[in-house]
Nanobody
């Protein structure tokens, strides 16, 4: 069973930057599909970015060019670098993972979330 713990959220001004981290434990997740999702109250959770077991990345159109997903496999850490932040990026951000390497289908493991507020 994989545990995921996010950190790095906080409050930032419009145009600022934050870097979220997600530390995984319980298994080596270097070849997992891993991703970042976000949710605001009363809205469905949406995918933000994903990275598969081969290192291929994908982004939601709303964040492409501003956010960068990466992982440090040796340390079991997933990152989300968020630049040029906008008020509409305000949400709770969740880290997620699934074994198998390919980012198809639902995620198997979820973190507890970290709040990002842009104003």
């Amino acid at each position: 069973h994989v545990q995921l713990v996010e950190s790095g959220g906080g409050s930032v001004q419009v145009g600022g930057s934050l870097r979220l981290s997600c530390v995984a434990s319980g298994d080596t997740v270097g070849r997992y599909c891993m991703g970042w999702f976000r949710q605001i109250p009363d809205k469905e959770r949406e995918g933000v970015a994903a990275i598969d077991g081969g290192g291929n990345t994908a982004y939601a159109p709303s964040v492409k060019g501003r956010f960068t997903i990466s992982k440090e496999s040796a340390k079991n850490i997933l990152y989300l670098q968020m630049d040029s932040l906008k008020p509409e990026d305000t949400a709770t951000y969740y880290c997620a993972a699934k074994p198998g390497g390919y980012c198809y289908g639902p995620m198997s493991y979820w973190g507890q979330g970290t709040q990002v507020t842009v104003s």
